[in-house]
């Protein structure tokens, strides 16, 4: 077979930053079933019919491939939130709201526990869907219903906590709790040093029905039963080691409780991939905590290829952050049937760290 780009560049620096991380590497390109695999262009709720709006094009167009990474425009306020210019553009009262979640977001240290929490809240609140499903998605029932006394919601009380009080207060200005949740994900992502600024619609529906339940992955899973999981919601095994990674700033807190605390990479405050190489030569004896179904994707046969692309110290970081706004944002807009209804806030969010 013929040897990958990401390899021979290893190879010509020498730049194999972690321990293990050389060995880990070149067992996987001696495997003769290394490839890379593609990102999901599948559609899915009204964008999957005839479309008739622009946003309705616009959404359809980065679900089916286009980049979903946002340009470097920005937005002013015309007034204050509460007056009557604010209330005359939309965007306005966006404005406020994140730069009330950045302030919650951001420290010298890079992101913070609050913005780890509202980067799990939002995958766990729009995952409950798949394509069997009637409803469940990105609708906000994680906290309009009971879903938070889930075993898989543990810990998501504090952000939790957080949103509510942020839906209390910006619910009159006619925000929905659906895109609270989500617009506090895509803010926390860019929150962290070396974050996507992911594109952001607002208009999602509210729905106080809890989720479907066994939608959700678990961190014992074997790597096939996370693929057909995530596949089911109309993502590639490309776009779940992609998501996976979103573990870079992550600490986890009730897997192994005489742990908790432990990030699952050594920079957590920071969006970056020592994720993808500290997961496979991570042995669990070191300060980093690693989940069992990581290190499964990590040497899986068809995730182990994008695994190791990512895991490149020399390309990797600018492959994965395009490849995670693109999964993410799929994410998103799981189980929405208005999406051509939607209003983009992009310009709102902050620019990269």
Not at 208 to 225: C, H, I, M, T, V
Not at 292 to 301: G, I
Request: proline residues 6%; contains cysteine; hydrophobic residues 35%.
């Amino acid at each position: 077979m013929k040897k990958s780009a990401i390899f021979i560049s290893l190879a010509a620096t020498g730049v194999l930053a972690y321990p293990g991380m050389d060995r880990a590497l070149a067992e996987i390109q001696a495997r003769d079933d290394f490839r890379l695999e593609t990102r999901s262009t599948a559609l899915f709720g009204d964008v999957a019919g005839v479309v008739v709006t622009p946003v309705g094009e616009d959404i359809k167009g980065i679900l089916q491939g286009n980049s979903a990474t946002a340009d470097s425009s920005t937005y002013s306020p015309p007034g204050p939130l509460g007056s009557s210019s604010c209330a005359k553009d939309p965007l306005c009262r966006w404005y406020w709201i994140v730069q009330d979640m950045q302030g919650k977001f951001t420290d010298q240290n890079g992101c913070t526990d609050s913005a780890r929490g509202a980067i799990r809240q939002g995958f766990h609140d729009a995952a409950t869907w798949d394509t069997s499903s009637s409803y469940g998605g990105a609708d906000g029932s994680l906290l309009l219903s009971d879903e938070l006394s889930r075993p898989e919601n543990k810990g998501l009380d504090p952000i939790g906590t957080t949103t509510k009080a942020w839906f209390e207060t910006y619910k009159q200005y006619g925000v929905t709790m659906a895109d609270i949740i989500q617009t506090g994900a895509i803010v926390a992502t860019v929150s962290c040093p070396g974050g996507p600024r992911i594109r952001a619609f607002v208009g999602r529906k509210d729905d106080s029905r809890a989720g479907p339940e066994g939608k959700l992955p678990l961190p014992f899973q074997d790597a096939q039963y996370l693929i057909n999981l995530f596949q089911a919601k109309t993502f590639s095994a490309s776009d779940l080691v992609a998501l996976v990674g979103a573990h870079t700033a992550s600490k986890q807190f009730f897997v192994d409780p005489a742990r908790a605390g432990a990030p699952q990479d050594s920079t957590p405050s920071v969006w970056d991939t020592r994720f993808y190489a500290e997961t496979l030569s991570s042995t669990n004896d070191s300060s980093i905590f690693t989940f069992q179904s990581d290190k499964n994707l990590a040497t899986y046969p068809s995730t182990r290829g994008q695994w190791a692309a990512f895991a490149d110290p020399q390309g990797g970081q600018g492959q994965w952050g395009p490849a995670f706004a693109q999964a993410y944002f799929r994410m998103s807009m799981l189980g929405l049937n208005n999406m051509q209804n939607l209003t983009e806030i992009t310009r709102v969010i902050p620019l990269p760290r």
